[in-house]
């Protein structure tokens, strides 16, 4: 699966900037599989190299269970999968732990609920709640799905987009294994 994959399947749009230029930095250091420069990565993924950093470090420690990056002062940087582990993991990885596709989720197993209740489950400030739904619904556009407001519930004009969008996503964020469903 690379960028292109997720941004035809409209999720895309829900990631925020720092997980975009993560997936491309782990997509670019998979598909080149050898050393890169940092400034040359730094470029393909439009950040500095202070950034990069932060972006290596984060990657270390939250997906330290399936890559490995191996750093040199004279060669750059490259990634080695731990195992069986593939990019894949990492979509999944970030799609379970994204706070606006978590929302998104949520929203689809609890709908109608107040938004006194919402920021309360999720732990953030009405202003950020009010943005990741703008957030969501611009990326909804789309397909015609939108998050409605007051209480909170996922419409769509056609059912089947709304059916496809969350299968897509759930085939993408648990695979064929893992599924959030009861029973």
Not at 63 to 77: C, F, H, T
Request: with cysteine.
């Amino acid at each position: 699966m690379d960028t292109t994959k997720v941004l035809n399947s409209g999720l895309l749009g829900m990631f925020t900037t720092a997980e975009k230029r993560r997936l491309i930095l782990i997509e670019t250091l998979t598909s080149k599989q050898t050393w890169m420069e940092l400034e040359t990565l730094a470029k393909v993924a439009d950040c500095s190299l202070k950034t990069l950093a932060t972006d290596f470090n984060f990657i270390e420690v939250a997906w330290s269970a399936i890559v490995k990056l191996e750093q040199s002062k004279k060669l750059g940087v490259r990634l080695h999968y731990i195992r069986d582990a593939k990019v894949e993991h990492i979509y999944q990885e970030i799609l379970r732990n994204s706070q606006n596709f978590e929302f998104s989720e949520r929203l689809f197993f609890q709908p109608f609920q107040s938004e006194e209740d919402w920021l309360k489950e999720l732990f953030i400030s009405e202003s950020s709640l009010y943005r990741m739904v703008q957030t969501i619904n611009k990326s909804y556009s789309g397909i015609n799905v939108e998050i409605i407001r007051r209480p909170y519930y996922i419409k769509a004009k056609e059912e089947r987009w709304l059916r496809l969008h969350f299968s897509n996503y759930f085939v993408k964020a648990y695979g064929n294994i893992i599924w959030p469903f009861k029973g």
